[in-house]
């Protein structure tokens, strides 16, 4: 089946090509400054022709009628025309309390996803407009919504109250829902596979490190905790997001500095994490080069991610009861050998145990990071949350046809 996937963003929209019968991605691109002046980056992987174009993109139908003109375009396209576009599959970041699994775009579905704009309000709007501009270009193909919350939605009770009055979840929804679910379930899914037991037996934990970050416990293939909470705040350290901390750290700052409640999530948001410690950048790379010239608050900044993971490694297994596999993925996961070494470090007590100069060698391929004799297996399973979206998407469309 060919399925359009879609990321839409306030002011972007990203796709992937999928052609499912090979899980092969044919298309790609990115529309950006939608709402401004516009621009398409566009690159059919077949052929490896590009197209970019300045165009005109007041709003999100404009741009995915772009999106469609490149994909038909008979010189860097890959389908003769619109009618060869067979399913569209959107990421959406939260689901709320509403869904647990992917689902087909009716309008009940659509009035569900305008309820969970409080819980996301940087993502919501955004994807519904990408959903809206789809509708209006291609008002024949089934759209379908997978959403980065659903695969946690099988956490506990105790694991996803918060402990404030119980009136707050009934009035605002307030619980942990988590996040990078669709990563979290393809890298655990694949891991199952590669430990060859059944699903049901399995204890995995499994680390979603990038730009944003998140840990869960897998047991039985399906979540029982996560590391994100309401929001993709929670958690450990991120690039520019200061993770779980003190709750009265944001009172006290609020009252020192004079911060608006909307000045203060700003600040956790966007001046935090690698950033706000090391001083110096986001982006682990960054981090990584300052630790090489010596830059202490680089280190700390790197140690504080490592001593967080290794915390909750630590906290994951006790709640399972065991552990069979940990899972590196996503940019620092897959890319960065000083995270994944100093996050195990000294965790040879549980039976871990990671070849050091393979960790040190390997980027983003599939590989088996521990030795034989580790009683737990270590990964590095590159993330595909494309693929997930687009499999998911011809599944429920392939059952309407039925
Ligand atoms: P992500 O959000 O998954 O794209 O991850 C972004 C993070 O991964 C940034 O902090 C990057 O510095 C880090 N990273 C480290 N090495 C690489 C690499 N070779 N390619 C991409 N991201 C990398």
């Given at each position: 089946m060919?399925v359009?996937?879609?990321?839409?963003?306030?002011?972007?929209?990203?796709?992937?090509?999928?052609?499912t019968?090979?899980?092969?991605?044919?298309?790609?691109?990115?529309?950006?400054?939608?709402?401004?002046?516009?621009?398409?980056?566009?690159?059919?992987?077949?052929?490896?022709?590009?197209?970019?174009?300045?165009?005109?993109?007041?709003?999100?139908?404009?741009?995915?009628?772009?999106?469609?003109?490149?994909?038909?375009?008979?010189?860097?396209?890959?389908?003769?025309?619109?009618?060869?576009?067979?399913?569209?599959?959107?990421?959406?970041?939260?689901?709320?309390?509403?869904?647990?699994?992917?689902?087909?775009?009716?309008?009940?579905?659509?009035?569900?996803?305008?309820?969970?704009?409080?819980?996301?309000?940087?993502?919501?709007?955004?994807?519904?407009?990408?959903?809206?501009?789809?509708?209006?270009?291609?008002?024949?193909?089934?759209?379908?919504?997978?959403?980065?919350?659903?695969?946690?939605?099988?956490?506990?009770?105790?694991?996803?109250?918060?402990?404030?009055?119980?009136?707050?979840?009934?009035?605002?929804?307030?619980?942990?829902?988590?996040?990078?679910?669709?990563?979290?379930?393809?890298?655990?899914?694949?891991?199952?596979?590669?430990?060859?037991?059944?699903?049901?037996?399995?204890?995995?934990?499994?680390?979603?490190?990038?730009?944003?970050?998140?840990?869960?416990?897998?047991?039985?293939?399906?979540?029982?905790?996560?590391?994100?909470?309401?929001?993709?705040?929670?958690?450990?350290?991120?690039?520019?997001?200061?993770?779980?901390?003190?709750?009265?750290?944001?009172?006290?700052?609020?009252?020192?500095?004079?911060?608006?409640?909307?000045?203060?999530?700003?600040?956790?948001?966007?001046?935090?994490?690698?950033?706000?410690?090391?001083?110096?950048?986001?982006?682990?790379?960054?981090?990584?080069?300052?630790?090489?010239?010596?830059?202490?608050?680089?280190?700390?900044?790197?140690?504080?991610?490592?001593?967080?993971?290794?915390?909750?490694?630590?906290?994951?297994?006790?709640?399972?009861?065991?552990?069979?596999?940990?899972?590196?993925?996503?940019?620092?996961?897959?890319?960065?050998?000083?995270?994944?070494?100093?996050?195990?470090?000294?965790?040879?007590?549980?039976?871990?145990?990671?070849?050091?100069?393979?960790?040190?060698?390997?980027?983003?391929?599939?590989?088996?990071?521990?030795?034989?004799?580790?009683?737990?297996?270590?990964?590095?399973?590159?993330?595909?949350?494309?693929?997930?979206?687009?499999s998911?998407t011809e599944a429920?469309?392939k059952?309407?046809?039925?």
């Open positions: 060919n359009l996937v879609v990321n839409a963003g306030s002011s972007s929209l990203k796709y992937q090509f999928f052609d019968t090979t899980g092969n991605v044919v298309a790609k691109g990115n529309c950006e400054r939608i709402g401004l002046d516009g621009k398409i980056t566009h690159k059919q992987l077949l052929s490896g022709k590009t197209y970019t174009a300045e165009l005109a993109m007041p709003n999100h139908a404009v741009a995915t009628r772009i999106v469609v003109d490149a994909l038909t375009n008979p010189e860097y396209g890959c389908v003769k025309s619109m009618d060869e576009i067979e399913a569209v599959g959107h990421r959406v970041v939260h689901g709320g309390p509403y869904f647990f699994e992917s689902v087909l775009v009716t309008p009940e579905v659509i009035e569900k996803l305008e309820l969970c704009r409080d819980l996301a309000p940087l993502h919501t709007g955004p994807h519904l407009m990408g959903i809206a501009g789809c509708t209006e270009v291609m008002p024949n193909v089934p759209q379908v919504l997978v959403f980065d919350t659903a695969f946690h939605q099988t956490m506990p009770a105790e694991a996803y109250y918060y402990p404030i009055p119980y009136e707050m979840y009934e009035k605002y929804k307030i619980r942990r829902y988590g996040a990078h679910g669709t990563s979290h379930r393809y890298v655990a899914g694949e891991m199952i596979k590669l430990l060859g037991k059944p699903a049901e037996e399995t204890k995995i934990i499994t680390c979603h490190l990038g730009n944003g970050s998140s840990i869960s416990a897998v047991k039985g293939g399906k979540v029982i905790d996560t590391s994100m909470g309401l929001t993709p705040l929670d958690g450990v350290i991120m690039g520019t997001r200061c993770g779980a901390i003190d709750p009265a750290i944001v009172t006290f700052i609020m009252e020192k500095e004079g911060f608006t409640p909307a000045q203060m999530s700003d600040f956790m948001n966007k001046k935090c994490g690698f950033l706000g410690v090391s001083g110096i950048s986001s982006d682990c790379r960054d981090i990584e080069n300052a630790i090489g010239e010596g830059n202490e608050r680089a280190a700390l900044a790197l140690n504080i991610l490592n001593y967080q993971i290794k915390k909750f490694i630590g906290s994951y297994t006790a709640a399972m009861g065991g552990l069979d596999a940990i899972v590196f993925t996503a940019g620092i996961g897959e890319n960065t050998s000083l995270v994944r070494a100093g996050a195990l470090e000294g965790l040879g007590f549980m039976g871990i145990e990671i070849d050091k100069e393979l960790n040190n060698s390997v980027r983003g391929k599939l590989t088996k990071l521990s030795t034989d004799n580790s009683k737990v297996q270590v990964w590095l399973i590159p993330t595909n949350e494309e693929l997930v979206i687009a998911d429920i469309v059952a309407l046809n039925k």
